[in-house]
């Protein structure tokens, strides 16, 4: 069985798009979340059948390698990353799709800085050892969409869209550098034009598929 770890933010989490997003209230109440067959990861699980395992873990408001002032230092998806890698190896392969929220004004950091931090976690994972027989596991990246500023969220991403939009130019470098594999998330949906930031139902189970149908054509033959 080939074991396959989702390290992610809300959009791994599965929360549901926001139309009217509180200030002071950056952690989703219970009920916000997509049902585990309607969440990427899920649909993904069940399309790839027998002989994987999926394993998530989405955090809302995780960064790739930011301390998070407002919303705590448990955000930082560096601090996390080993604890995890090593309590469910070993471990086939790590999916890494994080970036989203490092576009937060308060970080003020660059496309560059954010791939960087990418970078940083994907040596992380290559030196864990956690994989099969202590060897490192298969990363694949998917660099998220770029986010639409129209909803109550515009304010904490100001000028998030300009720079969303570099992205996958330093993710693509990134993982041809670090020999992972890599898949730009833009290309098969968009973020909800609810809140510009999280996807639908509809595109969740469309990455799902895909993400799937990528990991048997590439990663596992």
Not at 26 to 40: D, F, K, V
Not at 151 to 158: G, P, V
Request: hydrophobic share 35%; glycine share 10%; proline share 5%.
């Amino acid at each position: 069985m080939k074991t396959i770890l989702c390290y992610g933010d809300s959009n791994t989490f599965g929360y549901m798009p926001a139309e009217d997003y509180r200030v002071g209230c950056e952690t989703p109440p219970a009920g916000l979340r997509y049902n585990s067959n309607q969440r990427w990861t899920g649909v993904m699980d069940l399309e790839l059948g027998e002989g994987f395992k999926v394993i998530e873990e989405g955090l809302c408001g995780r960064t790739t390698v930011f301390d998070d002032p407002v919303e705590g230092k448990h955000k930082n998806g560096m601090a996390y990353l080993l604890p995890c890698l090593e309590s469910h190896a070993p471990l086939d392969g790590i999916i890494l799709m994080l970036g989203t929220n490092d576009l937060k004004k308060r970080f003020s950091a660059s496309a560059l800085d954010i791939a960087l931090g990418i970078s940083a976690l994907i040596d992380i994972v290559e030196g864990s050892r956690s994989g099969p027989e202590g060897g490192k596991p298969e990363v694949l990246l998917m660099c998220p969409p770029p986010v639409q500023g129209v909803s109550d969220l515009a304010f904490m991403f100001e000028g998030a869209e300009i720079k969303s939009k570099k992205l996958p130019v330093f993710y693509k470098k990134i993982a041809k550098a670090k020999k992972c594999y890599y898949l730009e998330v833009g290309k098969i949906i968009e973020a909800s034009s609810t809140d510009g930031i999280h996807y639908n139902k509809e595109s969740h189970i469309k990455l799902g598929k895909a993400v799937a149908e990528y990991i048997r054509g590439n990663m596992f033959k």
